[in-house]
């Protein structure tokens, strides 16, 4: 039947997130890897997502990367086209999250969406445009020390217009509990007062329903990977998409088992002190990094060692705000958080072709170094390790068996995630 849904991530881990709700209600779906080459041929698939790299570059280059995604999934049938960001909505005064709707809105000739980055079950909710994480406010959440975009305001409205010059409004919750009926009327009422970008409150996984039945005829949707659960049944009931046996299989995960961190996000930290308790862990500081070669090789010699024993094992930049800061204020920001990338890249090329066969990566820009490094450019999605994440597998390393890869956004998965990630793997 062709591909119904075509997606386009802003990072990497974010791209698995989406695709994990999409394969849970009952689409195949298949992640590509960075633009996709006019000789890519993607089968068996009801969606395909293209993870990019473009959260954190400039909006140019993030227009660019997203303009030629869409126009792939324009020459391939995509019945609607999904902007995914992260459901914590991080981004600068100056994008990327506007810029980029405003050059798919173009493209597309569609003169309104929606923002929907609500992700109730993982605790990111919306109200009266407020975003919340937990019950907390985004900018006292920890996302207020955010290396690369912290967040200093929750309300969407206020942050979004920051980056669009056309007019952003808003979807109270009145409105989504009156139903999909009453949501599309009001949608229309905005749009035919020329706004542009529509924040959309939501509190609970029934308001999700009531967006997606609401929202399933626009052409291009934004939001984070809640709104993505929804819409199969959408495109089901349109007669879209075909019921499908098994939707996320993969095959058994083989090789030596790695985790390499370089988020610094309050979960994943709870997540590297848990891991740490029980199987070993080695330490990457930016500053070692900078000075020369050493470092990384003491890295490497400590993650064989511990693999040679059969041993999952750890490497890690993951640290608190304070030394987080220190590093950037001796290094410099792009520069102390590149050194880490580029660090974790290595190792995952090295490793993987010395037996690694199954790897999980924290971090949206770890998991995008981790994945160019090892040259990556489809994956096929599994089943869920934690929600928002689930396991990969690929074809498409530069040598090798196959590698079952998770991809893992900083701010998901309980505090055992890296240990359980091993155990439920087929």
Known sequence: MGIVLGAIADDFTGATDLANNLVRNGMRCVQVIGVPGEDLVVHDADAVVVALKSRSCPA????????????????????????????????TDSGNIGPVSDALLDLLDASQTVMV???????????????FVGDRLLNESGMQDHPLNPMHDADLVRVLAKQTAHPVGLVARPVVSGGHIATRQHLENLKAQGVRHVICDTIDESDLTTLAQAVVDMPLVTGGSGLGQSLPGQYRLRGWLAEVNEPGRLAPGTGGALVLSGSCSRATLGQVAHFLERWPGFALDPLKLAEDESHLEDALAFARACLLKHEPVLVYASADPGQVREAQSVLGTHRAGQLVETALGHLASILVREGVGRLVV??????????????IR????????????????TLTTESG?????????????????FTRAFEVLP
């Not at 924290?362 to 040259?375: D, I, K, N, Q």
């Not at 079952?404 to 900083?410: E, R």
């Open 60 to 91: 140019q280059r993030a227009i660019g990367d997203s303009v030629a995604a869409l126009k792939w999934l324009q020459r391939r049938g995509a019945h609607q086209i999904f902007f995914k960001y992260c459901s914590t909505f991080d981004s």
């Open 117 to 131: 980055p609500a992700f109730p079950i993982n605790g990111r909710t919306v109200y009266q445009g407020h975003l």
């Open 362 to 375: 924290a971090g949206g820009e770890s998991s995008g170094a981790v994945v160019s490094a090892l040259g």
């Open 378 to 393: 489809t994956m096929r999605i599994g089943g869920q390790i934690d929600p928002g994440v689930p396991w990969t597998q």
């Open 401 to 417: 068996p196959p590698l079952s890869l998770a991809l893992k956004s900083g701010n998901f998965g309980g505090q055992d995630f």
